[in-house]
């Protein structure tokens, strides 16, 4: 009988200990929400393989292509849409750390009845440096710039790219075998394969809503 009781008070104290670690853990996670900077959300990284990249100053101006096709693309969707949000183009070189951040205003975007594809376009540069810019489903990516924001006057060894807009990031990087030309003022990169991380943010970090500052 005694051991009974013993065994059913053993049993309560179990209960009762677990129970305080659930609540625990929902505080924690609460703390965490509450913390968490207000407008943030988590980011999804698309890495992507590049098809092909342009980067040219013609000596009048800096020519920039970015082409990228992979079925596995799907389009920002929500608040994170770039008729929205908006989108930043980002260009860096991981081995000198230059990096530019190049604006798509949501005012420049539109997009399809069916929400499949984006577009941006900008010719006459009202808006930014970014002429055109086209986010298609299950397709491809494309950006044509007329400024890379970085300087050109020294081969770069490799680019890395990263199209933002909301939390969604397009990540691309031309390295290694995927130069082809590499000399002052032009950078050719063809068939790069998927990154292994995306240098505009780190794998799960929290980002903000994009923001316009070119540095050089």
């Known amino acids: 009988m005694e051991g009974s009781k013993m065994r059913v008070a053993a049993g309560s104290h179990e209960g009762r200990l677990r129970r305080g670690v659930v609540r625990a853990r929902v505080g924690l996670l609460v703390l965490l929400a509450l913390v968490a900077p207000r407008g943030s959300a988590r980011a999804t990284e ?54 530019a951040t190049l604006d798509l205003p949501a005012a420049g975007w539109h997009g399809n009845r069916r929400g499949t594809t984006f577009t941006y376009v900008d010719p006459r540069l009202r808006l930014g440096l970014v002429t055109r810019a086209v986010i298609r489903n299950g397709r491809f990516v494309k950006v044509n710039a007329d400024s890379t924001g970085v300087s050109l006057k020294a081969p770069q060894g490799a680019l890395a790219l990263t199209l933002r807009a909301g939390t969604m990031l397009y990540c ?9 030309i590499d000399r002052p003022c032009k950078f050719v990169g063809r068939h790069a394969p998927v990154p292994a991380a995306c240098l505009a943010s780190p794998s799960g970090a929290f980002v903000a809503a994009p923001s316009s500052s070119p540095t050089g």
Do not use: C, Y
């Open 46 to 99: 698309q890495l992507l393989a590049g098809t092909h990249l342009l980067v040219h100053d013609t000596g009048h101006a800096n020519v920039l292509k970015l082409v990228a096709v992979d079925r596995g693309i799907t389009v920002p969707t929500g608040s994170s849409a770039p008729t929205v949000a908006g989108a930043t183009f980002v260009i860096e070189n991981p081995l000198s750390g230059a990096r």
């Open 172 to 180: 691309f990087q031309f390295d290694g075998g995927a130069v082809r």
